[in-house]
């Protein structure tokens, strides 16, 4: 089956503008993470959602970034007034149900933003 | 608050030996949850093999095996008969919780760079 997409590949925007990144979740996976990988260095939490719910979004850095899931499967990451700092990769993934040691991130092939 | 160290950036081996990446974690739950992700230049992030706290045996998976060292908090992955394939990016991962209380996100480590030469 089709695993975790994420569009767009490579997103170029300049600084203020506003961008958003898509995620489709491999199908029936119920649990969905947001995590931000910059250059050189591992992916960082940044938001999770059970269902159509935000269970934890103790990662996103301020109120520019906000994150939606309003049917409980493709999920969109907003980011207002872009800086130049926000340039990395986005990762995306997915797992069945959100608790439980055995239910495995299944993580798409992230978004390069790059802010100028 | 849990980290993950990799003390290792970069590492080589020789196509068909075997090599040991390290990882150190700081944690003070008691149950918890240990991966090996590889991440190659396709940016894919691929789960190569996971370690439950609780268990005191070491996981194994084909070629690679963790030495899992809970009290002093080392979870070290070892390749045998490295491929030109392995070449790639490891991060070692850490999740808290067991059970309902899990929350599932990964907190990750600075990733170690692996080179197989041919």
């Known amino acids: 089956g089709a695993g975790v997409s994420q569009t767009p590949s490579n997103k170029v925007t300049e600084k203020g503008k506003y961008v958003e990144l898509r995620c489709d979740p491999i199908s029936g996976h119920t649990a969905l993470y947001w995590y931000r990988q910059s250059l050189g260095q591992g992916p960082e939490f940044l938001i999770y959602?059970?269902?159509?719910?935000?269970?934890?979004d103790s990662g996103l850095p301020n109120d520019r970034f906000f994150a939606v899931r309003p049917e409980g499967s493709v999920s969109t990451l907003k980011i207002q007034r872009t800086e130049r700092g926000d340039s990395a990769v986005y990762l995306c993934?997915?797992?069945?149900?959100?608790?439980?040691?055995?239910?495995?991130?299944?993580f798409g092939p992230g978004t390069r933003l790059t802010v100028l | 608050a849990q980290t993950v160290t990799q003390s290792q950036p970069e590492m080589s081996v020789q196509e068909a030996e075997t090599v040991t990446l390290s990882c150190t974690y700081d944690?003070?739950?008691?149950?918890?949850?240990l991966f090996w992700y590889k991440q190659p230049p396709s940016r894919q992030m691929i789960l190569v093999i996971r370690q439950e706290a609780y268990k005191q045996q070491n996981a194994t998976e084909n070629r690679f095996s963790v030495n899992f060292q809970k009290a002093a908090k080392s979870f070290s992955l070892k390749i045998s008969d490295s491929q030109l394939g392995d070449t790639a990016m490891y991060f070692c991962?850490?999740?808290?919780?067991?059970?309902?209380?899990?929350?599932?996100?990964?907190?990750f480590g600075q990733g170690t760079t692996l080179q197989v030469k041919p």
């Open positions: 944690t003070s739950e008691n149950n918890y949850y």
């Open positions: 993934a997915s797992s069945f149900v959100g608790q439980g040691v055995d239910n495995e991130q299944f």
């Open positions: 959602f059970q269902g159509t719910g935000a269970a934890d």
């Open positions: 991962a850490f999740m808290t919780g067991h059970g309902s209380s899990n929350t599932g996100k990964l907190i």
